[in-house]
Each structure stands twice: as structure tokens, then as C-alpha cells.
């Protein structure tokens, strides 16, 4: 299957600072990338859907000035969290589409511990 | 309603059994319908993929649609301690993707 690497896989970070995690398709070019985070024992949440080159598209109730997302090539999109507090502390984790593909393929997701 | 009907579990089973893992859905555009299996601390990783009704089979793993019924199954045969994980089952139209919340699955030695 397609292979969507994703870095760092765990981050500390102390409070107040910002934090890029970078979502990879190693071997497809992704035209849609997606952005999840995920609570212990719950399912996905997604946070955003990002086609390349243009805006990302955030779902209700998430602060696009704060989990900022670039989707700048079709191998490569970040989310950067600023400005992190505890509450942030969580797992995310990204997929990504082909352009003619069906189904996504996820990355094997990124801790993030705020200090 | 949600779109995707999945029961959580947990469900425990001893190892070799066959296991049944269900999600029910409600929007009959639905078109394209995957598992994923995500162990504890990582990423889901995709188990299998099909769009029509009827069954699909991977060595162990056998993938059911009924579209008549909006229900999906996966059926794990011979079931082994490393199939312990949680199974999502998901479900598309276009470039929207829902899932369900996933069942957790032990398989006892």
C-alpha cells in the first residue's frame, strides 16, 4: 500500500511555544491531505482537509489561527500548532489521498506533550 | 443519526476464533467502504477496501458489504494475539471520508 511517513513521532514542548508536524507521501502524490486528532480510547476528529495549493478547510469548532496547515507540494503538508498550551497535548495524525485514489492512507501519527 | 454506526466492544476472544466486526451506516450514497486496524499508540493502517456489495478476501480477512442493508462486516479467520488492536470501519463519498468509533479487539493466547 501507499506510504504516508509523518515527523516528529513524539514532541515535548513548553507552553506558549510552537510546534510543525510534517505529513510526507512517500510514494503518491497526495492531493488532499487531511488532519486528525485523536483522544485516548476515541475515535478520529478531524480538524482540517488541505488540497494543495490553496486553503485548508477546518471543521467547526477548530481555531485555524492556531493549527495552522500548508499543504505546499503534493508530497508534503504541516500542521503547526502555536501558541501550545497543555490542553493541546494530544495525537495527530494525518492521511492523505491520490488524486484518483478512493481511500486514505494515514500516517503513523505524532505525540505532542505541552510542558 | 450518525453516518457510521460502529459498536466499540471491547471484544475479547480466544485465539483461533473467527471474529465478526460490524458497522452499520445510514447515507446510501456511500460508495467506497475500508477497515483499518490501529494499534494502541500509532496510526490506522488499511486492512481492506472494496466498493461493491458482496465479500472481499485478504488471506485472513474477509471484507462484507450488504448496500441493501447499509452494513459492513470484516471477518478475521484463525485469529492470533497480534490481531489485538482496534478496527475502524469508514466509509466515503468524493473527498469526505466518516468513521466509525471503532471496536477494540483482544485475542486471548
Known amino acids: 500500500g501507499a506510504v504516508v511517513s509523518q515527523h516528529p513521532s513524539r514532541v515535548i514542548c513548553k507552553s506558549g511555544t510552537s510546534v510543525k508536524i510534517e505529513c510526507r507521501s512517500l510514494?503518491?502524490?497526495?492531493?488532499?491531505m487531511f488532519w486528525y486528532r485523536q483522544f485516548p480510547k476515541q475515535s478520529l476528529m478531524l480538524m482540517a482537509t488541505s488540497n494543495e495549493g490553496s486553503k485548508a478547510t477546518y471543521e467547526q469548532g477548530v481555531e485555524k489561527d492556531k493549527f495552522l496547515i500548508n499543504h505546499a507540494s503534493l508530497t508534503l503538508s504541516t500542521l503547526t500548532v502555536t501558541s501550545a498550551h497543555p490542553e493541546d497535548s494530544s495525537f495527530y495524525i494525518c492521511s492523505a489521498r491520490t488524486g484518483a485514489g478512493n481511500t486514505i492512507y494515514f500516517g503513523e501519527g505524532s505525540w505532542l506533550t505541552v510542558v | 443519526q450518525k453516518e457510521v454506526e460502529q459498536d466499540p466492544g471491547p471484544l475479547s476472544v480466544p485465539e483461533g476464533a473467527i471474529v465478526s466486526l460490524n458497522c452499520t451506516y445510514s447515507?446510501?450514497?456511500?460508495?467506497?467502504f475500508m477497515w483499518y486496524r490501529q494499534y494502541s499508540r500509532k496510526g490506522p493502517e488499511l486492512l481492506m477496501y472494496t466498493y461493491s456489495s458482496g465479500n472481499k478476501e485478504d488471506g485472513r480477512f474477509t471484507a462484507q458489504v450488504d448496500k441493501s442493508s447499509k452494513y459492513i462486516s470484516l471477518f478475521i479467520r484463525d485469529s492470533q494475539p497480534s490481531d489485538s488492536a482496534t478496527y475502524l470501519c469508514?466509509?466515503?463519498?468524493?473527498?469526505?471520508?466518516?468513521f466509525g468509533t471503532g471496536t477494540s479487539l483482544t485475542v486471548i493466547p
Open positions: 510514494d503518491f502524490q497526495a492531493t488532499t
Open positions: 447515507n446510501s450514497a456511500f460508495q467506497y
Open positions: 469508514a466509509m466515503s463519498i468524493g473527498n469526505q471520508f466518516y
